[in-house]
């Protein structure tokens, strides 16, 4: 089993909405974090107060150089060190941030939650094993970079209000834990080149296979 390990890893903490879908919809944030042990996250927070209420999201994202993974075999998954809190469950998403090295809190809203990257998974305080599907496979076997982002499941549904009172839903992650993705590489197959019976004669040139 061969692992490629986190590039750069940040979460944003959005702006704050009117209701649970206004902050989902938030276009950006404030970058929090970018290591360390973090017990936020990815969280929900809803406090009613005065003057309208605070609602607010927060979204882990990964970046992963995968210039070197050309072909898997079998499960491709994401591996990640909880922390502390592990409240819900959660999806991990396409992500479109473009500054993969410098964090940036206009990323927030750079997630594609209609193109899911893995099932809906139980997180826990311990390391966390994410199965990745097809669509995130063929991402890593194509692409130079990987981005991923790890959102909660009300953050992804936006459907309805997560909690019927004030509190948070919270998961953690532990940023300076060891974030990899596992996979088997493809066997490659050398090129060659298959000669019938007879003579050949190059005049000039090279070949290149």
Same mark, same amino acid.
């Given at each position: ?40 996250a ?35 998954? %994401?591996? !990640? ?47 966390n094993? !994410? ?12 692409e ?6 790890? %959102?909660? %499941? ?42 019938n ?13």
């Open positions: 089993m061969a692992t490629q390990a986190l590039n750069v890893g940040f979460f944003i903490q959005g702006d704050v909405g009117s209701s649970a879908q206004n902050a989902h919809a938030q276009a950006s944030g404030t970058v929090v974090s970018t290591g360390g042990a973090q017990p936020n990815m969280q929900y927070f809803q406090s009613s107060g005065r003057g309208g209420g605070t609602y607010r999201y927060t979204r882990t994202f990964l970046n992963f150089d995968t210039s070197g993974i050309t072909g898997t075999t079998g499960a491709v998954t %994401l591996s !990640i060190p909880g922390d502390t809190n592990a409240d819900t469950k959660i999806y991990a998403v396409k992500s479109t941030h473009t500054t993969p090295t410098h964090a940036s809190g206009d990323d927030f809203n750079n997630v594609d939650v209609n193109t899911l990257y893995s099932s809906l998974t139980t997180w826990t305080t311990n390391v094993t !994410i199965t990745l599907n097809a669509t995130a496979i063929a991402q890593i076997e194509n130079d970079d990987f981005d991923v982002a790890l %959102l909660l %499941l009300d953050d992804v549904n936006n459907t309805a209000e997560p909690l019927e009172e004030d509190g948070d839903l919270a998961c953690g992650v532990n940023f300076s834990g060891a974030i990899t993705i596992n996979y088997t590489a493809a066997a490659v197959t050398p090129p060659y080149v298959f000669f019976s007879g003579k050949y004669k190059i005049i000039s040139g090279k070949i290149k296979i």
